[in-house]
């Protein structure tokens, strides 16, 4: 299973391109995506049932926080390889390696710029040194494993014969994955694939590692240039689940891997993802996050299989491959089924969840049933989507400092609209009401009372998660303090309720944001 110290694809199979997911580290670093260690561990189990080869756990030495994130996912998630990211400095590696010591395939993937733009204004350090700087650090690594990547950051707007020295040196050091970032998504296609067809010519022990490219999505890009690469040589794919990550994001892991499986009649490589995992691994990343795909996102947006035009529609009743490419089921899109309504039982609670995917405890199960009736009475019927809701909502929440017990609200063209809220705040027990111009605006103004924290609103949207107008509503928050972000969701049939869930959501991730950023490094040394 290992890519590490074999030739392109490794284990002699040099049509497998290997899929590294870097969503916990190049994507989590990115505003609005950061993620609580539970909910970390959540994303890297499902990318395990996914199938990816190697997950970056993040960057150790940043932060407490991703440093005990990176060493828990180390040591439960144990099929595919962990990374752990560290600039080339000792203490950076020491740290983390120190994180991934107990994984079952530890990698650690370190990095240094190699562009003249780089070293002239930001490292301050000549070509030289950074060639002895990365070799010295290459070969540190190797003292703790033979799995050890390196990345000359700015690949793409670097000199290619300084690369190919360096790549060169770092090879020799003991590197067995290279790694060519377009770090600021600066590269075209024939460019990208230009650049690894200089590197397979031009160095000459290239082929005792596996090439890697990691591609950022600035020019919209980024998944052509990852075949490009590919197409000269390169079996590994650095790329993040709905493709986020810095500024415009990386490589789109669904995009990719559905490319190289719908078109293996021109490529002819292949993944060990299971794409029927593909679709909900998307949606536990909107569900942790609370930030949505765009509907028209390709794989995994809501009209992705969505079929509008007469024609159109008129072609796939005829026969399917008139209009479709792949199917639905094949990325794990079902049919939106009813499922369930209030009279459904536990165990037909059990066995749906069961074919969703999650299989729960006892006292899990039952935490979700009481919710499932309670919203089973709202609401006729219940559909997959809303039993995904309810288990982000019950099972997959960190310990809260803030919980709404209560809201009672009054609006309507004749009053002044107030909200009464009555709130647990570390367990003790608050109430206090709130005006605003509209309901909504009264049941912030309450909870704000009631906690009184101090953030900006960035964003506040409402979404409906199936039709009709007994749809659960799912309320996204979007609070802001000192230059970082949070995301809260919350859901329910009434908005309102959701609206102050989601609120408090919000305000008990900048609480864990505010502690764990005691002592935290900046993400943006990277
Ligand atoms: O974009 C980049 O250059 C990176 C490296 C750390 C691989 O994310
Ligand atoms: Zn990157």
Known sequence: MSVSGKKKGGEGDTNKVYIFDTTLRDGEQSPGF???????????????????????AGFPVASEGDFNAVREIARTVKKPQIAALARADFNDIDRAWEAIADAAHPRLHTFMSSSDIHLKYQLKKSRRQVLKEATAAVAHARQYTDNVEFSPMDATRSDWDYLVELIQSVIEAGATTVNIPDTVGYAMPDEMGGLIGYLFEKVPNINDAVVSVHCHNDLGVAVANSIAGIKRGARQVECAVNGIGERAGNTSLEEIVMALETRKDIFGFHTGINTR??????????????????????IV??????????????????????????TPESVGFTETHIV???????????????KMGYNLKDDELNKVFARFKEVADLKKEIFDEDLEEIISDIIFREPDKYKLLYL???????????????????????QDAGFGVGPVDATFAAIKKITGTHHSLI???VNAITGGTDAQGVVTVQLGFNGRSVIGRGSDPDVLVATAKAYIHALNRLESL?????????????
Do not use: C, W
């Not at 009053?415 to 027990?429: I, K, L, N, S, Y």
């Open 277 to 298: 995992h593909l679709y909900r691994t998307s949606r536990l990343l909107t569900d942790i996050t609370g930030i949505p795909v765009q509907p028209n996102k390709a």
């Open 514 to 526: 505010k502690n764990q950023n005691a002592g935290d490094a900046d993400h943006s040394s990277l």
């Open 340 to 354: 369930l309504g209030k009279h459904s039982g536990r165990h037909a609670v059990k066995e749906r969840l069961k």
């Open 301 to 326: 947006g809501a009209n992705a299989f969505a079929h509008e035009s007469g024609i159109h529609q008129d072609g796939l009743i005829k026969e399917k491959i008139t209009y479709e490419i792949m």
């Open 459 to 461: 964003k506040y949207a």
């Open 34 to 56: 950061s993620m609580n260690l539970d909910e970390k561990l959540r994303m890297a189990r499902q990318l395990e049932l996914l199938g990816v080869d190697v997950i970056e």
């Open 408 to 430: 009672n609200v009054v609006s309507g063209n004749a009053a002044v609209p107030m909200a009464a809220v009555r709130m647990e705040v570390d367990g003790e027990v608050k």
